[in-house]
C-alpha cells in the first residue's frame, strides 16, 4: 500500500470532474424530457426531489461502507451504480410514451402519467442511491493529503468539481442541438460513467481509512448546486447534543433558521427556471445549456478570487447580509422576457450566493461550540437536504399556480435572511 506522498491526485481529481460533469449534462435538457412524455413543472420538481431523497438515504451507507471496505472499493460501486442509472436513463429514452393515467386538477396542473415517466424515477432513484462519489471522493483525498497540504488539495478538487458544472450544461446543450436531440448528451453520460468506473479500477489505488472513532448524532449530508455530498470518515465528538438541545441555542438556531432558508429559496429557483425556459422563454437547449454554463463560470468567479478579497475587508454577519440583498434581487431579473436582462440576474445570482453562502457556512462554524462542532453541522445539512426536497417537491406545485412569480416568492424567502440578521444582529456576533 502506497504511502500518502505516493498516492497521485490525478485519479481522484478526474473522478470528481467527470462526477460532476455528468451531473452537469442533465441539468438543461430533463425539462424537456420530461414534457415531452406527459410530465409538467410538478413533475419535474417530484423528479428533482427523487434524486436527493435517494441520496439522502444512501448517503450515510455508502459512508459507512468506505470507513470499512475502503474508498476505492465504494468509489467503484457508486461509478457503476450511476452508469447503471443512465444506461436505464437511455432505455425509458426508446420507449412508447403510451399514457396510463391522465391528471387534470386545479391544483396539481394537467399531465400524463407514461411509462418512459415511470422509468425515469427510477433511473433518478437508483442514481441517488449510490450517487456517493463525489462526496467519498472528498474523503479519499483526506486520507492520502498530510495536513500541511490538504488546503491546496482540497481547492483542486473543488476547481474540478466547478469544472464539471461548466462544462456539462454547455456540452449539453451543444450535443442536444445535434439531429440526436436529448439521446446524445445522455449516451455521453453513459460514456463519462464509463470512463470514470475505469480510472477507479486501473488507476485509483486503495488507500486505507482513518481509524474509526464512534460519534453520536447523524452522518454529515451537503446540498451542493442540488447535489448531495457526505463526510465519509468521522471526527471525534465527545459530548452528544440533540437536535432539540440545538435549537434552544438562540444563536444556533438563527443560523439553522437561514440555512434551511437558503437552501428552501435557491431550490424554487433551481426547479422552476428550467421550466420557465421552456414555458415562457421558448429556450431550446443549447440555450438553456449556455446559460446554467455561464452561471456556473460566474460562480467559479465570485467564490475564488471576489471572495477571497472580500473577506478580508469585511465580516461574516456583513457578507451574509449584503449576498442575500443581491441574492433576493437577482430573481425579480428573472420575471423578464430579455435574454439580457436574465443573464444579468445570473451575474447578481452568483455574486449573491458566491458571498452570502460560505459566510453563512463560516458562521456556523464559528457560532457552534468545539465540543458539538459536528453534531451541529450534521444538524445544518440535514435541514439543508430537507429545505432541498421540500423546494424541489413544492416549487413545481407552486410554479403551477404562480408561473414566474415563483421567483418573486424565492426573493421574499431570501430577504428574510436580511431582517432575521437586523433583528437578532446581537445574538450573531
Known amino acids: 500500500m502506497k504511502s500518502k506522498a505516493e498516492v497521485p491526485l490525478f485519479p481522484i481529481l478526474s473522478v470528481n470532474f467527470i462526477g460532476t460533469l455528468g451531473f452537469g449534462i442533465i441539468l438543461p435538457f430533463l425539462i424537456y424530457l420530461v414534457t415531452s412524455y406527459g410530465g409538467n413543472a410538478l413533475i419535474y420538481g417530484i423528479l428533482g426531489a427523487t434524486y ?3 441520496q439522502l438515504l444512501g448517503a450515510p451507507l455508502l459512508g459507512k461502507w468506505s470507513d470499512i471496505f475502503g474508498r476505492r472499493k465504494i468509489l467503484l460501486l457508486s461509478q457503476l451504480g450511476t452508469l447503471f442509472s443512465w444506461l436505464i436513463f437511455f432505455w425509458a429514452m426508446h420507449m412508447p410514451a403510451d399514457g396510463l393515467t391522465q391528471i387534470n386538477s386545479a391544483i396539481l396542473g394537467s399531465f400524463t402519467l407514461t411509462m418512459p415517466l415511470i422509468v425515469l424515477f427510477m433511473a433518478r432513484a437508483l442514481d441517488g442511491l449510490t450517487g456517493g462519489n463525489v462526496s467519498v471522493a472528498n474523503a479519499y483525498l483526506a486520507d492520502i493529503t498530510p495536513e500541511s497540504e490538504r488546503s491546496k488539495n482540497f481547492g483542486k478538487l473543488a476547481i474540478s468539481s466547478n469544472l464539471g458544472y461548466v462544462i456539462g450544461p454547455a456540452l449539453a446543450g451543444l450535443l442536444g442541438a445535434t439531429a440526436w436531440g436529448e439521446k446524445l448528451p445522455v449516451l455521453a453520460a453513459i460514456l463519462i460513467s464509463f470512463i470514470a468506473s475505469a480510472i477507479i479500477f486501473f488507476r485509483l489505488p486503495e488507500y486505507s481509512p482513518r481509524t474509526i472513532i464512534d460519534i453520536p448524532g447523524k452522518t454529515n449530508v451537503r446540498k451542493i448546486v442540488g447535489q448531495e455530498q ?3 470518515f468521522k471526527l471525534e465528538c465527545k459530548e452528544e447534543i440533540s437536535f432539540s438541545f440545538a435549537m434552544k441555542m438562540k444563536d444556533i438556531r438563527l443560523l439553522l433558521i437561514i440555512n434551511f432558508l437558503v437552501f428552501l429559496g435557491f431550490n424554487f429557483f433551481y426547479i422552476a427556471f428550467p421550466v420557465y ?16 454554463s455561464l452561471l456556473s463560470i460566474f460562480m467559479v468567479l465570485i467564490q475564488g478570487p471576489v471572495l477571497s478579497f472580500m473577506s478580508k475587508k469585511f465580516s461574516d454577519n456583513f457578507l451574509t447580509m449584503s449576498g442575500s440583498v443581491v441574492l433576493a434581487s437577482s430573481f425579480l431579473f428573472f420575471l423578464s422576457h430579455s435574454t439580457w436582462v436574465i443573464y444579468i440576474g445570473a451575474l447578481f445570482l452568483a455574486i449573491g450566493n458566491g458571498i452570502m453562502w460560505p459566510s453563512v457556512l463560516a458562521l456556523i462554524s464559528k457560532t457552534s461550540p468545539q465540543k458539538f462542532q459536528g453534531a451541529i453541522q450534521g444538524y445544518s445539512s440535514s435541514l439543508g437536504s430537507a429545505a432541498s426536497i421540500i423546494g424541489l417537491l413544492c ?3 407552486i410554479y403551477n399556480q404562480l408561473g414566474a412569480y415563483i421567483f418573486v416568492l424565492a426573493a421574499v424567502i431570501i430577504i428574510t435572511i436580511f431582517i432575521i440578521m437586523i433583528l437578532f444582529r446581537n445574538n450573531l456576533q
Open 395 to 397: 416549487g413545481g406545485l
Open 52 to 54: 436527493s431523497a435517494f
Open 230 to 232: 457526505k463526510e465519509c
Open 277 to 292: 425556459a421552456v414555458d415562457a422563454l421558448k429556450w431550446d437547449i443549447a440555450l438553456t445549456g449556455t446559460f446554467f
